[in-house]
């Protein structure tokens, strides 16, 4: 039984096959390099955020700060912190609404 040969021959592989599997192959690689990110780095919607934020935290942050300091040398407190406070508040909007006025680059 081991001599006779099997009823068909195992199918070679078809060049249309390796045609098909080449041109899946470059259709892959040209969808990777149009769905890849054009944009290098941080684009200008996302720096204007961060600079809000900064203005939202700094502003008053270092109000405070300065603020403290006061109270701590003049021995004023909380009047210092308060005003300071106050101050840090109002410069960071101020901030803020020249940032959004400005005209687009």
Known sequence: MSEESPAREPIGEDARIDALEERLKAAREREEQRNRPQVQGADANYRLGNQVLAQLIGGPLGGAVI????????????????????FGIIVAFRNIIRISNRRPD
Do not use: E
């Not at 403290?68 to 300071?84: E, F, H, K, Q, Y």
């Open 67 to 86: 603020g403290w300091a006061i109270d701590r040398l003049a021995g004023t407190s909380p009047w210092g912190l308060l005003v300071m406070l106050f």
